[in-house]
């Protein structure tokens, strides 16, 4: 009966996913908002050389702690690996972090990219300047992020929405140096500066840019830096007519945010787990977020891609990471009210 | 065969059926005619075993198979039921249809079986084509096959002909009426058509509001009602005011007529006799009557008539006697015996009639 | 003779059936739970800022989808039962196919060719020596573009709905409207139309409902709805009863809808009549009637289907030989193996509720059947934190006593486990699945049951041997329309899944969330493939059941 054929595969494979062993000696479980794409190659290395196997749930950072809430002291789940500076703070607010003391990890992470309390380590740095149409502006009128809000940009600057965190972390970050009300008079004059209603991601502002919708575009390092090695021409050419700007470093430097990790509460796998967050600040693995995504290494001394060489060095943001996540909340109602969609 | 002893059906708290009784006996069809409401397929449901009984209990060949709290399963009755929209299986052709009922059966008796059935109701050459592709008349006889093909002990039968042409519907229920005689089954019908019923029934029950009123031949419905309701619902007809006389007839506006008299009525006491048409005859002389209304018939006339103090009756003629509306007819009364009910003094509606002549 | 108790359906079904319903209704309860909680201050800034961009925004998508869809779904619908034109074979399943793809895929798609920097307004540029700003150019990342999006993906569920009930219609209404002397046109709107219209509401809310659940494509156009908003609430202002409650208003849409299409509905409801339907003859078109007919046909065709789907093609051309490894081959596997276990599911249960619904509608089976129908409108992020915080609930509680009692940990038995992910499914497309069944069960008449039982029949013989074959074209339908639905499914899956658990959806989100379109469109690809297998199906079973007897 064919019928019945199908309905025993279908058992079959629900019951071979509810017996699917969670945990075992010898492994680790991880949950990660950085996309599988962007992580298993580093955790099969791991797996490879320790011979722990690495146990992966990918998803959004706040769905993904918001299951570590819920599952509590039973959760699975030994680490999380967020993209986002901001959604490390939160984690450690809602409880579902540990502190680790690894002597390697304090060494190797500098202060302001790790949580005070060692509940979570930065991993990988992206920094979110400026981007200019070769040609179409003279980078003397460029000086800081502030500065995009004044008439002479009107109707020149491609941005994404302020539901994308990057932005969020930015304006956070502003809040940082210029408290609430100064941002938000900062925010309500950028609005104009915008070339069109927000939409899209960040490389959609780099297309729109180089296809002349604007002169000025605001995305992260590294996807300018996937554009330029692109297989797709029409990504390389536009990436190409782009030239970085680094803004504010006469002041507090360009803004930068982290993708870091944590060892959560419930950690069944404690040791295994901390091996896993010292072998991902080790020189092999920061060598590969510099090579296979253009991220900036955390750790100093190792080389940096080429494409991330020819943009030159420059002055980050010191601000503690930690603060984006406190502020994260003051600047999404803070672009609301100032009509940034 | 089939036993009604006051059966009482009722939804949630509200009675559908009143205690009725009713006896069919093998090989005989029995019908239960009455206005849409009046309670006759709640009864015939119940007979099927699609709905409990209340009170009383329902004997099929002697076993009870439905009494308070205990209702043997439609499946397990042997009682076959024709519905009035037929319920064909849409999926099934005719042959498989007729088959339905009779799984369990040796392949080769089940074929037998079902191409006999489709042989009676005329069917044979359609077996293979599917219910929407037949007339209305052809589904409902291959529901009827369907139905009889398992040689169910009792045949119920919902409605059966309403969804058919007029033509159709006399002409079918000959058919039936001959094919239930010839196997000799025993069926209960329902209808709201008299002469549906008259033309298969063997025994008719009259219903009304959920009750029985008389449980008889056609011929003595017609001729012999024991109720007001009945007299009015079978055949067409007046009911006249009238007074008994010292000889035990009672005199009315169109002459005297002799019938049976109702209990303590003595000479002087006020009576309503049934008028049918054909109990009046036009004459040279006789009570003067006027035309208010004329429809001709083929081989008669029925007319309406105004007689002097205003009461209508009905007059069947033949057709030669031609008389236009505003003629005045001289009416005379031909009733060798007729029906008479005590006079409706208080008004009394129909359902206190009904209590009171319940059979 | 055996005795058997009258009271026919046991109290255990009606006690069993509403437990169920009340389970599956669970996520949606959670959900509408959260509305107790105080969210009084951000709830006071969503108000004076964006909630009436949310509400306006919201309404206006629907009232663009509905528009959208009926004008795509129905005319098509109508072009295909009634009439007859080169090509009509073809739409008539091909018609279908848009449902195969996902509206973030399409949407994706659309982006990457009529965006600004895209090849078409590339194209225009260079041939005519414009710059920016020297002509106009619909904008695709707009509320027009979402609604235009949606409409392309979601009319075929007014198609599906509306042509079965044109065939299903008796030739007789139309001809006595044309003897009438209506003319083709009139008849269509005062009698076929009128007649559809039932079947018409219930897939425009079908459609409306996925709409209000969309997430991907609004999200990507910049359009804030209501579901943008409870993102943007929950995860940028880190407030989870504020967004709640923004679902629990959301729901109050859905209720709207749920009840304007149950009210249809009610309004006529009948049985199939016992005398079955006839062939209907087509009118048979011809010269520029039939190149208008054909034209409104390929068009949805085209563009919901054809143009993204060769969009992907050209990109995975590309990228398939990069991103298509071993691994992929397990995707596919997990994805169908899921689609295929949640449609069992979720059918199984619509039918047991469907059952419940047509034997004993009392009203506690009744409004929690609703309830759990009206997760299908729910995004699918908000479905799977109602199903997470009760299981998780569930486990430690259990853990808890087991710990006290035995001194053993039982840890987490449903959280983290496919069959909360089934679950999930089952919630979320449970309405798609009860509408089928629902429709097919309307269409079995009670006399039907009365005569199988009279023959001889138990009642579970009459499920086997008449309801089974009579509802296998409806069950069919149903089956499939969830495995369409589970296999483009993302946000419930992406936080329910256990762990190395990926699927075709999962990836390609990965990757055209990092904007890696061209990466993405070998796994997009391969969604709309194991999608179109049974679209054809469907639509093969729904031609079948005409010209054969299936009712």
């Known amino acids: 009966m064919r019928t019945s054929a199908v309905l025993a595969a279908a058992l079959s494979f629900v019951l071979g996913g509810l017996v699917q062993p969670a945990f075992a000696a010898g492994e680790v479980n991880l949950y990660s908002s950085r996309k599988e794409e962007l992580i298993k190659p580093l955790l099969e290395r791991f797996s490879k050389e320790t011979g722990i196997r690495v146990n992966l749930v990918t998803g959004k950072d706040d769905a993904l702690i918001q299951r570590l809430r819920s599952e509590g002291r039973n959760s699975p789940a030994d680490l999380l690996i967020t993209a986002d500076a901001g959604r490390l703070y939160r984690a450690k607010q809602a409880g579902v972090l540990q502190p680790v003391s690894s002597s390697t990890l304090t060494e190797v992470v500098p202060a302001s990219y790790r949580d005070a309390d060692n509940h979570w380590f930065g991993l990988s740095l992206r920094a979110r300047p400026i981007w200019y149409v070769k040609g179409k502006v003279d980078p003397a009128q460029l000086s800081t992020y502030e500065a995009l809000a004044e008439p002479e940009w009107k109707q020149r600057v491609c941005i994404r929405s302020s539901s994308n965190i990057y932005n969020q972390s930015l304006v956070a970050s502003m809040i940082a140096a210029h408290g609430i009300a100064g941002t938000e008079a900062w925010a309500r004059d950028f609005v104009g500066s915008f070339a069109r209603k927000p939409a899209g991601g960040d490389r959609d502002q780099v297309l729109a840019a180089a296809a002349g919708q604007c002169d000025i575009a605001i995305a992260n390092t590294y996807y300018l830096g996937t554009m330029l090695n692109d297989a797709d021409p029409a990504q390389r050419e536009a990436a190409a007519k782009m030239t970085v700007f680094w803004p504010n470093q006469e002041g507090r430097g360009t803004h930068v945010n982290v993708s870091g990790i944590g060892l959560t509460a419930a950690a069944r796998h404690r040791d295994n787990a901390v091996r896993l967050m010292e072998y991902l600040v080790s020189k092999e693995a920061q060598r590969w977020y510099a090579e296979a995504n253009h991220e900036y290494p955390v750790r100093a001394g190792v080389a940096w891609s080429d494409t991330l060489q020819a943009w030159g060095r420059f002055r980050a943001d010191p601000l503690n990471m930690g603060q984006l996540g406190e502020h994260n909340a003051e600047a999404v109602k803070l672009m609301d009210r100032a009509g940034w969609r | ?359 | 003779m055996t005795w058997v108790s009258n009271r026919l359906p046991p109290d255990g079904w009606t006690v069993g059936t509403t437990l169920l319903a009340l389970i599956l209704a669970l996520p949606v309860l959670t959900v509408v739970g959260y509305v107790m909680q105080p969210a009084g201050e951000v709830w006071r800034h969503l108000a004076d800022t964006v909630l009436t961009d949310y509400v306006a925004n919201s309404l206006l998508l629907m009232l663009g989808v509905a528009a959208g869809t009926l004008l795509l779904g129905v005319s098509s619908a109508w072009l295909t039962s009634a009439c007859d034109f080169p090509g009509r074979r073809l739409f008539e399943w091909a018609l279908l196919l848009p449902m195969a793809m996902p509206a973030y895929i399409i949407a994706y798609t659309y982006t990457g060719l009529l965006d600004f920097a895209g090849p078409l307004q590339t194209l225009l540029r260079s041939s005519f020596g414009w710059g920016y700003g020297d002509y106009w150019f619909p904008e695709i990342r707009s509320l027009g573009g979402a609604i235009a999006m949606l409409s392309l993906v979601l009319y075929p569920y007014v198609y599906l709905l509306a042509r079965a009930a044109f065939l299903e219609q008796s030739v007789a209404a139309q001809e006595v409207s044309r003897s009438l002397g209506a003319g083709a046109w009139r008849s269509f709107f005062s009698v076929a139309l009128p007649l559809a219209r039932p079947a018409v509401v219930t897939g425009v809310s079908l459609a409306l409902m996925e709409s209000l659940a969309d997430f991907g494509t609004v999200q990507y156009f910049g359009v804030d709805t209501f579901t943008t908003g409870i993102f943007r609430t929950w995860f940028g202002l880190g407030d989870s009863a504020a967004a709640a409650q923004l679902a629990a208003l959301l729901l109050g849409f859905v209720f709207l809808l749920v009840w304007l299409e149950r009210h249809s509905r009610r309004q006529a409801r009948y049985f199939r009549s016992g005398s079955g339907y006839r062939t209907q003859a087509r009118h048979r078109l011809s010269g520029w009637r039939a190149a208008v007919a054909l034209a409104a046909c390929a068009l949805p065709l085209a563009l919901g289907f054809v143009v993204p789907a060769t969009q992907l093609g050209a990109w995975a051309l590309r990228t398939a030989g990069r991103m298509v490894d071993a691994d992929f081959a397990a995707l596919v596997f997990n994805t169908v193996g899921l689609a295929v276990a949640a449609a069992l599911l979720t059918l199984l249960l619509a039918l047991v509720l469907g059952y419940a619904l047509r034997l004993r509608p009392t009203p506690p089976v009744l409004a929690a059947v609703r309830t759990a129908s009206m997760g299908y409108a729910v995004p699918g992020i908000v479905i799977a934190v109602g199903v997470m915080l009760p299981f998780a609930w569930l486990d430690n509680s259990v853990d808890a006593w087991a710990r006290e009692q035995f001194g053993v940990s039982t840890g987490l038995l449903l959280s983290g486990t496919l069959f909360a992910l089934l679950f999930a499914y089952a919630v979320r497309f449970l309405a798609v699945a009860l509408q089928a069944v629902e429709g097919g069960l309307g269409r079995i008449k009670p006399s039907m049951d009365d005569a199988a039982r009279s023959l001889g029949l138990r009642p579970g013989q009459v499920l086997r041997r008449v309801h089974a074959p009579l509802m296998r074209g409806t069950l069919l339908t149903a089956l499939l329309l969830v495995f369409v639905d589970v296999l483009k499914e993302l946000p419930a899956t992406l936080i329910l899944r256990p762990f190395n658990f990926n699927t075709l959806a999962v990836r390609t989100y990965e990757l055209a969330g990092d904007e890696r379109l061209a990466d993405a469109a070998p796994a997009a690809l391969a969604i709309v493939l194991a999608g179109i297998l049974p679209v054809i199906l469907l639509s093969r079973s729904i031609s079948r059941s005409r010209s054969a007897a299936d009712a």
Request: aromatic residues 6%; negative net charge.
């Open chain 2, 1 to 359: 065969m089939l036993e009604l002893d006051n059966v009482v059906v009722a939804y949630r708290e509200k009675p559908v059926v009143c205690a009725v009784s009713l006896t069919v006996e093998a090989g005989e069809i029995g019908c239960l005619l009455g206005p849409s409401g009046c309670g006759k397929t709640t009864l015939l449901r119940a007979v099927a075993g699609f709905e409990p009984v209340r009170s009383g209990a329902i004997r099929l060949a002697g076993a009870a198979v439905s009494r308070p709290g205990q209702t043997v399963p439609p499946e397990r009755r042997g009682v076959g039921m024709v519905f009035q929209d037929y319920a064909l299986f849409p999926h099934l052709t005719v042959e498989a249809n007729v088959r339905f009922g009779l799984r369990g059966r040796p392949r080769e008796e089940a074929r037998a079986r079902a191409e006999r059935l489709l042989g009676l109701v005329g069917l044979a050459e359609r077996r293979d084509a599917y219910p929407h592709q037949l007339s209305g008349g052809q589904q409902q006889r291959i529901a009827l096959a369907r139905a009889l093909a398992p040689g169910p002990q009792l045949l119920l039968l919902d409605e059966p002909f309403s969804g058919l042409d007029v033509e159709l519907r006399e002409s079918l229920a000959r058919d039936v009426r001959r094919i239930l005689k010839e196997e000799g089954i025993t069926a209960l019908l329902v209808t709201h058509d008299q002469l549906e019923a008259f033309a298969v029934a063997d025994r008719i029950g009259v219903m009304a509001d959920g009750c029985l009123l008389q449980w008889d031949s056609a011929y003595n419905l017609y001729h012999r009602p024991t109720a007001r309701f009945v007299a009015d619902f079978v055949g067409q007809g007046v009911l006249l005011p009238g007074t008994v006389t010292g000889d035990g007839r009672i005199s009315t506006e169109i002459g005297t007529v002799g019938g049976d008299l109702p209990e303590h009525c003595r000479p002087g006491c006020r009576v309503e006799v049934l008028i049918r048409p054909d109990d009046l005859v036009d004459a040279e002389q006789g009570v003067p009557a006027e035309v208010t209304d004329r429809a001709f018939r083929g081989a008669d006339f029925l007319y309406t008539l105004r007689l002097p103090s205003g009461a209508q009756v009905l007059c069947l003629t033949h057709s030669h006697h031609r008389y236009a509306v505003g003629d005045t007819v001289h009416l005379r009364p031909e009733v060798k015996h007729a029906v008479v009910f005590p006079a409706d003094v208080q008004g009394e509606t129909r359902r206190k009639d009904a209590e009171m002549q319940r059979v």
